[in-house]
């Protein structure tokens, strides 16, 4: 199976800050993966998809970029809205896998 | 609009099966596959299976092999999937997802499953 190390697994910010969440394919997957940001209670909501393409609806402070085994999705301006846990998920072949999560929280 | 509705949370003994729906609408259903993914308490997001609404097509991760049945029925639009030797580690949120391709871009509410004696 392919393993997605994602990192980190939390992270403190404020609003307006920029933040980076990395992720780490074990093995080349192109460009394969897919962000998810997570509420509790809520479903999943799809941010980007194929690496760097804004999911329509999503606001364009998020972008995600990579190639390969290295992903990064960027916030670049954090807004309220935006506390949640993000997931990476790949999709180069089956079994689908997610990263273990980032958990974003405020400061 | 798109939207997938969910049966409701269900509480089964450990050893039964639980049967959860995920009903369509707003899109051709038969155009697109079914995802359902899981989330146990605490934890992250696990993949449990894929379903093309078009021919019946499936695929399982292999720790579900043979506890999983993933099934449509189109006239109502429904994908539905079922788990059978229930344990303590499947308690979890269910959800369903269309699968556009490569990725899920709409997501049902969720399922609650709980497994306790």
């Known amino acids: 199976d392919i393993q997605m190390t994602q990192s980190p697994s939390s992270l403190s910010a404020s609003v307006g800050d920029r933040v980076t969440i990395t992720c780490r394919a074990s093995?080349?997957?192109?460009?394969?993966v897919n962000w998810y940001q997570h509420k509790p209670g809520k479903a999943p909501k799809l941010l980007i998809y194929?690496?760097?393409t804004l999911q329509s609806g999503v606001p364009s402070r998020f972008s995600g970029s990579g190639s390969g085994t290295d992903f990064t999705l960027t916030i670049s301006s954090l807004q309220p809205e935006d506390f949640a846990t993000y997931y990476c998920?790949?999709?180069?072949?089956?079994?689908?896998?997610f990263g273990q999560g980032t958990r974003l929280e405020v400061k | 609009q798109v939207q997938l509705m969910q049966s409701g949370a269900e509480v089964k003994k450990p050893g039964a099966s639980v049967k959860v729906s995920c009903k369509a609408s707003g899109y051709t259903f038969s155009n697109y596959g079914v995802n359902w993914v899981r989330q146990a308490p605490g934890q992250g997001l696990e993949w449990v299976g894929w379903?093309?609404?078009?021919?019946?097509?499936?695929n399982y991760p292999q720790k579900l092999q043979g506890r999983v049945t993933m099934t449509t029925d189109t006239s109502t639009s429904t994908a539905y999937m079922e788990l059978r030797s229930l344990r303590s580690d499947d308690t979890a949120v269910y959800f369903c997802?269309?699968?556009?391709?490569?990725?899920?871009?709409?997501w049902g509410q969720g399922t609650l499953v709980t497994v306790s004696s």
């Open positions: 194929a690496a760097s």
């Open positions: 093995q080349n997957i192109h460009s394969y």
């Open positions: 379903i093309s609404a078009y021919n019946g097509n499936t």
């Open positions: 997802a269309r699968r556009y391709g490569d990725y899920d871009d709409y």
């Open positions: 998920q790949q999709n180069y072949m089956p079994p689908i896998t």
